[in-house]
């Protein structure tokens, strides 16, 4: 089993620091830093002084270089060779790699049709990802756990994506200032999150298209509307949440460690049932590091003035537009697919647009798999995401067959929401283990102390409760909505006639 301690993470990037010909800036600046320091810094503090770098940068963007005050030139300009610079600092002459990728993708878009293009640019920005992942993995450090260029690769993939499936569908193709600018922004070039290419040109050019139909004579239920609500609130709302998961990650981080799940001498003297609850609470600790970095992220891209999402019931600013994760959400699903809703939001938004919406037959599968292959060339990422897929049909198969039957009575509701919240709790956990674990040989150990038991009862779920196929279930919904139709066109010609 490959240790993931902060140690050997540290020992390995000395090593680097020494032996690479092309050292970063950042790595540099690091080093001396260290030399001041009594703890040794890792990419990890890299990433998080740049973002907070990048926060700062955000809020002098949206005050000195607003819409109102530069044209959206400039604001493309600025906001690319900032993302340039601070990727240039991280991850040194690496980050050629964001700029290569973006380069082939959009030469692809314009050579090529716009009927086939969509096609082509997944491919290729896919099969560079996966070539820049495997590399990585095999031909480097494998198991070495720690933030590297691919991992901005990823986000800019996904926009890669975004705009091709966009222009498919019958938008404009971008500048070539406009595309580097979405995909190498200095707010999303580190950490994303994803978003719509129309979202982004919005916000540059300073005229948000969305939510216009709530605007009416700019009041919101009667309340006034700003035109230009100010995101301070939110932004300080969210570095609280940070700070608050930083600290807790922290905290707990070494008191739970997942690798004790598959320590033999764990498994051979604790009781099942412990077992299960330390599963629960050692998962239960990698996820506030994930709650830090994307709402780290998500404040920064507010702090510049993107995300605004309209206004809500009460007349108040909404700037989730591009978050990434709702907190509480995931802490108290009650299902499979409302945790996968509401974590990594804006990924499961793209696998949705680019496959799952478009894949004619097993959708499921195909997102899945196509969702392990974006994460990397790890072998438990494929084990997580193929885990997944049974429990998503088994999800899916209780939700429709026996959800109906708890649904009489408050009572019977609550009843039913506490067991599935901790069925959901524990095969999340039971899921994600190898996608941690990252290694096969770990992985499979894990699963057969639990005598593959999630696997098997949710196999037996899904065939014992079966669900008709989604394609089935939209042909049933669409005779429901023709009738409508018919009696609006009805009325309209008996209108016709009285006139």
């Known amino acids: 089993m490959y240790s993931l301690s902060g140690h050997k993470r540290c020992r390995s990037l000395e090593f680097e620091f020494v032996s690479s010909p092309v050292v970063e800036t950042g790595e540099i600046c690091i080093l001396e830093l260290e030399k001041f320091c009594i703890i040794s810094l890792t990419y990890q503090w890299i990433l998080c002084i740049c973002q907070l770098c990048a926060l700062l940068t955000a809020v002098w963007f949206r005050l000195y270089l607003h819409p109102s005050k530069t044209s959206p030139f400039v604001r493309h300009v600025v906001a690319t060779l900032l993302g340039i610079y601070f990727a240039l600092f991280c991850f040194g002459w690496y980050a050629l790699h964001f700029l290569l990728q973006s380069g082939i993708t959009y030469g692809i878009m314009i050579l090529t049709g716009v009927e086939h293009m969509h096609k082509y640019c997944l491919?290729?920005?896919?099969?560079?990802?996966?070539?820049?992942?495997?590399?990585?993995?095999?031909?480097?450090?494998?198991?070495?756990?720690?933030?590297?260029?691919?991992?901005?690769?990823?986000?800019?993939?996904?926009?890669?994506?975004?705009?091709?499936?966009?222009?498919?569908?019958?938008?404009?193709?971008?500048?070539?200032?406009?595309?580097?600018?979405?995909?190498?922004?200095?707010?999303?070039?580190?950490?994303?999150?994803?978003?719509?290419?129309?979202?982004?040109?919005?916000?540059?050019?300073?005229?948000?298209y969305r939510h216009r139909d709530l605007e009416t004579k700019g009041k919101v239920n009667g309340k006034s509307r700003l035109n230009d609500p100010s995101p301070?609130?939110?932004?300080?709302?969210?570095?609280?949440?940070?700070?608050?998961?930083?600290?807790?990650?922290?905290?707990?981080?070494?008191?739970?460690?997942?690798?004790?799940?598959?320590?033999?001498?764990?498994?051979?003297?604790?009781?099942?049932?412990?077992?299960?609850?330390?599963?629960?609470?050692?998962?239960?600790?990698?996820?506030?590091?994930?709650?830090?970095?994307?709402?780290?992220?998500?404040?920064?891209?507010?702090?510049?003035?993107?995300?605004?999402?309209?206004?809500?019931?009460?007349?108040?600013?909404?700037?989730?537009?591009?978050?990434?994760?709702?907190?509480?959400?995931?802490?108290?699903?009650?299902?499979?697919?409302?945790?996968?809703?509401?974590?990594?939001?804006?990924?499961?938004?793209?696998?949705?647009?680019?496959?799952?919406?478009?894949?004619?037959?097993?959708?499921?599968?195909?997102?899945?798999?196509?969702?392990?292959?974006?994460?990397?060339?790890?072998?438990?990422?494929?084990?997580?995401?193929?885990?997944?897929?049974?429990?998503?049909?088994?999800?899916?198969?209780?939700?429709?067959?026996?959800?109906?039957?708890f649904l009489g009575s408050p009572t019977l509701k609550f009843v039913y929401d506490v067991i599935t919240w901790a069925a959901t709790q524990i095969a999340i956990c039971y899921t994600v283990v190898p996608f941690v674990l990252l290694s096969v040989g770990p992985s499979l150990k894990f699963y057969r102390s639990w005598y593959f038991c999630i696997h098997i009862g949710c196999i037996l779920l899904a065939i014992a409760l079966p669900v008709k196929p989604r394609h089935l279930r939209l042909k049933e919904q669409q005779p429901a909505v023709q009738p409508s139709l018919e009696s609006t066109d009805s009325n309209s010609n008996q209108k016709q006639k009285a006139t």
């Open 123 to 208: 491919v290729v920005a896919l099969g560079y990802l996966s070539f820049c992942q495997i590399t990585r993995v095999y031909v480097f450090d494998y198991g070495m756990y720690s933030a590297d260029f691919t991992g901005p690769m990823m986000v800019i993939t996904q926009k890669i994506t975004s705009v091709a499936f966009e222009i498919h569908d019958g938008e404009r193709m971008p500048s070539l200032l406009e595309y580097f600018s979405y995909n190498c922004n200095f707010m999303g070039i580190l950490a994303g999150p994803t978003c719509s290419y129309n979202d982004y040109i919005a916000f540059i050019e300073g005229t948000p």
């Open 232 to 405: 301070n609130t939110e932004v300080i709302r969210k570095l609280a949440t940070c700070f608050i998961s930083l600290l807790v990650f922290l905290s707990v981080c070494k008191v739970c460690p997942v690798e004790r799940n598959v320590d033999d001498d764990f498994i051979a003297t604790t009781p099942f049932y412990a077992q299960v609850v330390y599963l629960y609470l050692s998962m239960l600790t990698t996820r506030p590091k994930y709650y830090f970095v994307w709402t780290l992220a998500d404040a920064i891209n507010n702090a510049a003035g993107f995300g605004f999402n309209g206004y809500d019931s009460n007349g108040l600013p909404r700037w989730d537009l591009i978050s990434n994760l709702r907190i509480m959400n995931i802490e108290l699903a009650t299902s499979f697919k409302v945790f996968l809703d509401n974590w990594n939001i804006q990924t499961a938004h793209w696998l949705k647009r680019v496959c799952y919406e478009r894949c004619p037959y097993n959708p499921t599968a195909a997102t899945f798999l196509l969702s392990a292959m974006w994460h990397g060339a790890y072998p438990g990422y494929y084990l997580t995401f193929l885990t997944g897929i049974v429990i998503t049909l088994a999800a899916r198969a209780v939700r429709h067959n026996v959800r109906p039957y």
